[in-house]
């Protein structure tokens, strides 16, 4: 077993020292188990996580940031989620559904977290985040590009106080830019980023992808970002702005189909669930469902053949390769589609089975959940929440052979931790603390 | 500035050391900029990026670890791209398009790495890939589980010899567990993890996301994954097996789709461009292509679309109304929207308040001004197919900007070159590797 010695960050304003400092009063013994197995059982050790001492000051809400500072929490990080008192992250009001008076919606995105309640546009509230950013690693918002500058808490202000700030920030298009000011929605980056242009039926107009994968891919660039800037920061102990935002996250992923036109012109179009180049790779609906069949060459397709009982099929001509097949697409997939439609989606799965086709059933989510191999990733994570009681929600998609993803907190409700963080984080005393709750620049929250 | 030190690994098979340790004849001192503001000018500072210094053995194929390489690359690590003499990554053959002989596939997500084309089935060639294992700080693979094992290249075999590896393991399923063996593919990742279902319009059938979204996704957790875990080795010195998966990066991008259910049974459907709750927010058709519109503030949006008549009616009222006699309000909407073009709405909608975008073909979103300040075309010179543009790094730091990318590299276009600088093999040896087959050298260049 390896020894971690946990340090965490000075206190009252002391420009924050790098990871491995020491700070007096807050020297921790910490002992890590590492380098186990994937298949080992989980034990006390599971507690040492990549990001334990990494504080993160959250400024964002509803889901690309929220999602990020989700995914820094759930691998160890202090995630002090600052919100304005009252309603809180705008989430909290998104519904229904609701589990007693707590939104699904902002449930789904914000364990791991502590919850500040703070006002910003109040000068003390102000303050109390700017004293936060000077004890934190890193700062994450989303705000309009200019807005938090505007009072104060702007990148360039907070990284004086603080040089080793990293200051992550979220936004629709950019922090600089013609379209710097276009707030950022999932729905209207994913449709000018390309995305619904590609994503919709043959025949059919654009759609979107039915989660916004657009936010999702933001948040997914920023914890990896922070991170990178994080390790950089080891060597040399500063800070740094990082810019991230929907539209370049989307456009960067569409990679082979933005290569595709960039280096030639070709426009990309719909395929439904199909293959542009492939033949038979789609989905097809059966008597009770949806089969997705990814059959990538002969073999597979005579296979295909066979498990369908259309012996027939792989022996005409014009099915015989894949460039025949995809020149005679529609008849081809016609006459497929025509047999899928007779028997059940489960029976059709225990047909193909050892058969060495790609195949998977289109799940509904309540299919999903039902799936051994999704129980077995651990990707349902129950936690009792002090309001709403018994939630679950989609679990870490990421496992590490050195912790497992015990004992998450549950998302917070607003302001749970406010008095715990002035406290804890700025060491403010009791007077102090008092005072600002009276002013309004910060709010407590009383049920718990 | 900052006086910035780099200190690469060890030589030989020494067990390497973190990131900040010493080597002789292989300490090098470099200047770094730091906290440099992002609008200013880019300088020859730009070459300090996060993970100079790191090494990544590159052994993944296709697009999900390629594409989580590539962000390692982008960000300043080496990447040692493992392909099998030949035909090399699959993707390679993939085409049309291509450019010269280069598939475009390959081009998007291969950028900032270098090829050593080694077979790993012979004894040699896994015996060169055990030992740059065991002078990296990560290796990432996408191999059907048990199939590194098999030839001595799992993670325990590994991280005996290098307890500080942290290996990257990249499924369709998973390491372990009843699907374990299923192959990773996005389309059926899709459709099993519930993606597919919640895709498609109201009334039709299920599509997928038009680029492969599970597996970008998947690329994307493994890169944070991976950063997270060398920020953990600096404490532990320990390394790490990380396991991650197309299914389970879907099933957690579900986020309050998948908690719907969860948390009392509510089963998602399709919407098209359409938004559960809030009416009008969607995709409408103009005369001359699509647009999306989010309108929360039902005033402006009727005022711009001249239907006042519309906010009076009284069953249009609040959101909530709106939500239930949608369709009515929808169809109305989009006939409107029919009359006039694409262009057209954009400029009266300007300075309205109401979120507004079209849905732009590539063409377009490569003509956005935007998407040329963020600097999403990346051009560069490729040794066989000369000029190429892919997509560009989507994220933006302040001390160091994206410039002089290398381009893909050829096949084995570096085997030499890594055998020589990162195992110091002799020239005797290297002949002997290529004699035998165990590894290739591209002779182009």
């Not at 921790?28 to 380098?35: A, H, L």
């Not at 909290?92 to 699904?104: D, K, M, Q």
């Not at 106080?161 to 013609?178: D, E, F, H, K, V």
């Not at 439904?272 to 009770?288: L, R």
Request: aromatic share 6%.
């Amino acid at each position: 077993m390896m020894l971690c010695f946990y340090l965490s960050k000075g206190l009252r304003g002391v420009r924050p020292p790098v990871l491995a400092s020491l700070s007096p009063g807050r020297q921790r013994e910490k002992i890590c188990g590492g380098g186990r197995r994937l298949s080992q059982t989980a034990t006390d050790d599971d507690r040492c996580r990549p990001l334990e001492g990494v504080k993160v000051l959250d400024l964002t809400r509803v889901l690309a940031g929220p999602f990020a500072t989700m995914l820094l929490g759930d691998l160890g990080a202090e995630v002090i989620k600052v919100e304005k008192p009252g309603a809180g992250d705008d989430t909290r009001a998104w519904g229904p559904p609701f589990v007693g008076s707590e939104s699904v919606y902002f449930l789904s995105v914000n364990r791991n977290k502590k919850s500040v309640a703070v006002d910003l546009k109040h000068p003390r509230g102000a303050q109390v985040v700017r004293q936060l950013a000077g004890v934190c690693d890193m700062l994450m918002e989303n705000f309009l590009p200019g807005r938090l500058s505007a009072m104060g808490l702007g990148y360039d202000e907070l990284s004086r106080r603080n040089p080793a700030l990293i200051y992550c920030s979220i936004s629709g298009y950019g922090q600089t830019g013609p379209e710097n000011q276009s707030p950022g929605y999932d729905s209207i980056a994913s449709a000018v980023s390309g995305m619904m242009h590609i994503t919709g039926s043959e025949d059919g107009n654009p759609v979107r992808p039915g989660v916004a994968m657009t936010d999702l891919a933001t948040g997914l660039y920023a914890h990896g970002a922070v991170l990178a800037a994080l390790l950089h920061r080891q060597r040399t102990r500063m800070g740094v702005h990082v810019d991230c935002d929907l539209l370049s996250s989307q456009v960067s992923c569409l990679s082979h189909i933005a290569a595709n036109f960039l280096n030639g012109g070709k426009e990309a179009r719909r395929w439904g669930t199909a293959h542009e180049s492939i033949v038979p790779y789609q989905g097809f609906k059966t008597k009770d469902g949806h089969v997705v069949v990814a059959a990538a060459n002969n073999q597979q397709f005579v296979k295909v053949c066979q498990v369908l009982r259309l012996p027939e099929l792989c022996q005409q001509p014009q099915y015989s390769t894949n460039k025949l097949r995809v020149q005679n697409r529609q008849r081809l997939v016609h006459t497929l589609a025509q047999r899928f439609l007779q028997e059940t989606t489960a029976d059709w799965l225990k047909r193909f089975e050892g058969s060495g086709v790609p195949i998977g059933p289109i799940n509904s989510i309540r299919e999903v959940f039902s799936h051994p191999q999704v129980k077995h990733n651990g990707l349902m994570q129950e936690m009792k929440h002090p309001t709403a009681g018994r939630i679950t929600v989609p679990g870490p998609a990421v496992r590490y052979s050195s912790f497992t993803h015990s004992e998450p907190t549950p998302p917070p409700v607003i302001g749970q931790h406010t008095v715990q963080v002035l406290r804890d984080a700025l060491a403010y005393s009791d007077d102090i603390i008092k005072e600002l709750l009276e002013s309004g620049a910060v709010a407590q929250n009383r049920v718990c």
